[in-house]
């Protein structure tokens, strides 16, 4: 686990692929959705995924992306984080309502940062012992330096679920077994958590 978080850390996307691989193997929590909405019988208090997460590790590209401004090689959008703005990108889980609220956080250069923090309101509801579905709700931006008042405190929705089941249907999906978005845990113990999502995006996090 020390190896995982090491090579985390250092972003070696090979090397944490195979020690993930080799975790998930020795998972300790049988039951990683264990009270997720009460989900097997369980509450919230005995929910291994209940409470605040931070982002250690991904290779999926996007989950940082609106930080990322700074344009490289002649790239037309930017693909870095701007020198001197810090990056924190985390989840609150609320077990008891299934209630994530992903985020991400910047601190640091007022004049480079984009926005102060972006926040992701979403649905997560077991299917299995170890597959969660996920809705997108809502989102809410905030950023004290937007040029309009409305700007500075910006929600907005996305579709409704139904929504998404229907396109995972058109896509010939059961979307009670692989809706739209999902993830599957891998491993998950009182301090680490590494998940995989339905399009094979590896997560690694760490309790916050």
């Avoid at 944490?16 to 009460?38: D, F, Q, R, Y």
């Avoid at 491993?187 to 590494?194: G, K, L, S």
Wanted: proline share 7%; aromatic share 8%; net charge negative.
């Amino acid at each position: 686990k020390k190896k995982l978080i090491q090579a985390a850390n250092d972003k070696d996307e090979n090397l944490v692929i195979s020690l993930v691989e080799e975790l998930s193997e020795l998972n300790p929590t049988p039951v990683p959705t264990l009270g997720l909405m009460g989900y097997a019988d369980g509450t919230s208090a005995d929910a291994p995924l209940n409470g605040p997460w931070k982002l250690l590790f991904t290779n999926a590209k996007d989950a940082e992306a609106p930080a990322r401004t700074e344009k490289n090689n002649g790239e037309k959008f930017g693909d870095e984080v701007a020198q001197g703005v810090e990056v924190k990108t985390g989840q609150r889980i609320d077990a008891s309502t299934g209630t994530c609220v992903n985020y991400i956080q910047l601190a640091g250069d007022a004049d480079k940062r984009p926005f102060d923090q972006l926040e992701i309101t979403i649905q997560m509801t077991p299917l299995t012992d170890k597959r969660v579905r996920l809705d997108f709700r809502k989102g809410r931006a905030l950023n004290d330096k937007a040029p309009l008042e409305f700007l500075k405190d910006f929600t907005f929705n996305f579709p409704p679920p139904s929504f998404n089941d229907f396109v995972a249907r058109l896509r010939g999906m059961d979307p009670s077994v692989e809706p739209q978005a999902y993830f599957d845990i891998l491993y998950i113990d009182e301090q680490i958590r590494a998940h995989r999502t339905g399009e094979g995006k590896l997560f690694v996090q760490t309790r916050d």
